[in-house]
């Protein structure tokens, strides 16, 4: 029984609501003041530190910007001495407004400002990303497919094999030109 209690402690939704509420007391506000600065009703941020909800991407970045915290530190499995994630397996990521997932693979370590994702991208509707923290790069390798990446005003089309490095404190944009493209990104964050 207690490895069920356990595994349900782990669970992505209930160590999402364990982070959210940590870092928002840790920065000293309310959850009202928490929603307002995310751009986000005061209801679902409550669910979400309750442990409900499935919170897209966006909602993740909003929070982890209002925070002033890396996406990482709010969804962050429990470090493991050996790491093993296999493909297809890990916490997807999912944006609302595009084909477009993205499933971290290594957050940041105490001290280190970098974070590791798989994304998983289809044609359609370009991700366009809000500017990060000042002083943010992305970094991408392009695994699979062709996409435009980069500033949204500099794009660069990448095929597979390709990689760019950008700031990411400025709108960027993810597009993918061909079904079933794959990137690893690291996220460097000042």
Not at 6 to 27: D, M, Y
Not at 99 to 115: E, H, S, W
Request: charged content about 20%; proline content about 6%.
């Amino acid at each position: 029984m207690a490895d069920v209690i356990s595994n349900l402690n782990h669970s992505p939704i209930a160590l999402l609501a364990q982070a959210l509420r940590r870092e928002r007391e840790k920065a000293g506000i309310t959850v009202t003041e928490l929603a307002k600065r995310a751009g986000i009703a005061k209801s679902t941020l409550s669910q979400l530190e309750s442990g409900l909800g499935n919170p897209g991407l966006e909602t993740l970045w909003s929070l982890a910007m209002a925070l002033d915290v890396p996406v990482s530190r709010l969804i962050a499995q429990p470090r493991q001495q050996v790491q093993v994630i296999r493909a297809g397996e890990g916490t997807p990521l999912v944006s609302g407004q595009a084909n477009y997932i993205a499933t971290l693979l290594a957050a940041c370590p105490v001290g280190a400002q970098r974070d590791i994702y798989r994304l998983s991208v289809q044609p359609g509707e370009p991700r366009l990303s809000e500017p990060h923290q000042p002083g943010t790069l992305e970094h991408v390798i392009l695994c699979s497919g062709r996409a435009r990446i980069g500033p949204a005003e500099q794009w660069v089309e990448l095929s597979a094999g390709d990689y760019i490095s950008y700031s990411a404190d400025c709108p960027h944009i993810f597009d993918a030109l061909e079904a079933n493209t794959t990137a690893v990104m690291l996220i460097e964050l000042a």
